[in-house]
């Protein structure tokens, strides 16, 4: 961005290389399922001018954004990576496209991702997987699988994902980048396509903690159009990462590790948590009793708050119906989502799994007393390689970390700490609600400290 | 895989979450986690944007010489 700001390199030469390295890598990695060539272009003529003209751009000026196919941006298709969508194109840009625009990035295309988000492979778009580029043949994770790959290949600078029980961070950690999930409202979700709306949020993902934290501080902060987003002061986040963590105290539950089924994923952790002491970091433990029960709450809420989004997919306004032409998983949560909010099995389910995010997010806030921050693997195991068969309830596994995040409605940011057989591994940081800021100072402490040891 | 068969599993699928939390003796019940929920919008003038109108046109399955949107019923209503 210096680059670009200093006229070093312009945004058309940054647009034309991205588009050029796109092209060259995108049919072996199918991150980008539509390209915004034209838009791209002529905003970066737009912006070069600007800069010539010695106009004041903006904070993300001539940087390379990408979108989740899920998040609608005026004129490019709002797929969903379902054939239910394949025809609808975005009427409107969402809150958090406006303000990317309005801060001089370049929207340069929509990401693949699993079905309507509901996935965590990136396996089941209509439009097909994803690659893993950092472990090739892998899975890259999801949901938002295509923004993940997209970043960590270096086909763009920055993209924007969604994510409802870890579709940033599940990702970020199988391709070995930088994501966040935001507190819940802090972002607006205006033009995001819900899963469950009552646990979306959308969220950046970069290459390193200073782009995380830049587009962040781009895209959050109170929308008056939703009933959700919050009222608070926005954190200068840029501004204050790398200040040192010295004090700050690290939560550790013995269940991390107890359900942590690579162990070897354990060992990792605990040997970046061996170096946030070193920077001055202390470990406080904490008991969290319940994790375990976190995940069959948040799928029997999901699936009835699924149903209920998908109810206006009936074929009359984007021409499919939803249950005629969507892939396997969807059409389980669908079925199951109906199946929960019939009046008789209400109450043993739905209601049952709402009192349990009681439990959960209760049992959470409590270990804050204790604790700065929470830390953990980001998945209990390693991604499978394409063509394996996995049941639901193997692949709802990998959730098992991240589903807390959004019952609770906390922050979690996930920072890559090395690979296992070649297949990068995360470390998930959980932090108080509104504390993005303290994630960011442990992220960029540890990124620094690993980059300088390398 | 079948309607049919995904439906079964399912609710095996179900029966297996809802025995891990049966013995959660919470009442209270949580939706929204944010407990600081801007509940009205604050009301203003509306406003109509000019291109709204072509870009939900070029969208629709069909539309006639007088700009009216051509919709089929579905098979499954009525």
């Known amino acids: ?454 | 895989m079948k309607r049919e068969e995904i439906e079964k599993r399912g609710e095996e699928l179900i029966k297996e979450f809802s025995e891990a939390i049966a013995d959660v003796k919470e009442e209270v019940e949580t939706y929204y986690v944010s407990e600081l929920v801007n509940v009205v919008r604050i009301d203003s003038e509306p406003v109509q944007k000019k291109d709204f109108k072509d870009k939900m046109l070029k969208i629709a399955p069909s539309v006639d010489e007088e700009g009216n949107i051509r919709v089929e019923i579905g098979k499954w209503v009525g």
Not at chain 1, 115 to 127: D, Q
Not at chain 1, 157 to 181: E, F
Not at chain 1, 311 to 321: A, I, P, Q, T, V
């Open chain 1, 1 to 454: 961005m210096e680059q670009i700001k200093s006229r070093k390199l312009t945004a058309i030469e940054n647009t034309e290389a991205a588009l050029a390295r796109i092209k060259n890598l995108n049919p072996k990695i199918n991150a980008f399922i539509e390209l915004n060539e034209k838009g791209a272009l002529d905003t970066a003529k737009w912006i070069d001018e600007k800069i010539k003209q010695g106009k004041k751009v903006g904070k993300l000026a001539g940087l390379i954004v990408a979108v989740k196919s899920n998040i609608n941006v005026t004129g490019l298709h709002i797929t969903c990576a379902s054939k239910t969508l394949e025809d609808y194109v975005g009427t409107f840009d969402a809150a958090v496209v406006q303000r990317i625009k309005s801060e001089d990035g370049i929207i340069i295309g929509m990401t693949n991702m699993d079905e309507f988000a509901a996935g965590s492979s990136g396996e089941t778009s209509a439009w097909g997987p994803t690659d893993n580029p950092s472990a090739l043949g892998h899975i890259p994770g999801g949901s938002s699988s295509g923004s993940a790959a997209a970043v960590a290949v270096g086909i763009c600078d920055l993209a924007i994902g969604s994510d409802t029980g870890g579709s940033i961070r599940n990702p970020a950690s199988h391709c070995g980048i930088v994501g966040l999930k935001p507190t819940y409202g802090l972002v607006p979700r205006h033009g995001l396509i819900d899963l469950a709306m009552s646990l979306d949020q959308i969220g950046p993902m970069a290459r390193d903690v200073y782009g995380c934290a830049l587009l962040l501080e781009v895209i959050a902060g109170y929308n008056p159009r939703e009933c959700t987003t919050l009222k608070v002061d926005l954190k200068d986040f840029t501004k204050k990462v790398g200040a040192d963590i010295k004090g700050l105290k690290i939560g550790i539950a013995p269940q991390y590790e107890e359900v942590t089924v690579d162990k070897k994923i354990y060992q990792k952790i605990e040997r970046a948590i061996e170096i946030l002491k070193d920077l001055g970091a202390r470990v406080v433990q904490v008991n969290l009793p319940n994790l375990k029960r976190a995940l069959p709450a948040y799928y029997l809420i999901n699936y009835v708050e699924f149903f209920s989004a998908t109810r206006r997919f009936d074929g009359r306004r984007y021409g499919k119906r939803i249950e005629d032409v969507c892939g396997e998983e969807v059409l389980r949560r669908i079925l199951l989502g109906s199946y929960i909010s019939q009046k008789e099995y209400r109450g043993k389910y739905y209601h049952k799994a709402i009192k349990t995010r009681s439990v959960i997010k209760h049992e959470t806030l409590e270990a804050f007393k204790q604790a700065d921050v929470l830390i953990s693997p980001t998945v209990p195991k390693l991604p499978h390689k394409f063509g394996a068969k996995l049941t639901p309830f193997e692949m709802y596994g990998y959730d098992l970390f991240t589903v807390p995040t959004n019952l609770s409605g906390i922050c979690a940011g996930v920072v890559p700490v090395g690979k296992i057989d070649g297949i990068p591994i995360g470390l998930q940081i959980q932090g108080k609600p509104l504390d993005e800021l303290t994630i960011f100072k442990i992220m960029e402490a540890y990124e620094k400290s690993t980059r300088e040891l390398s």
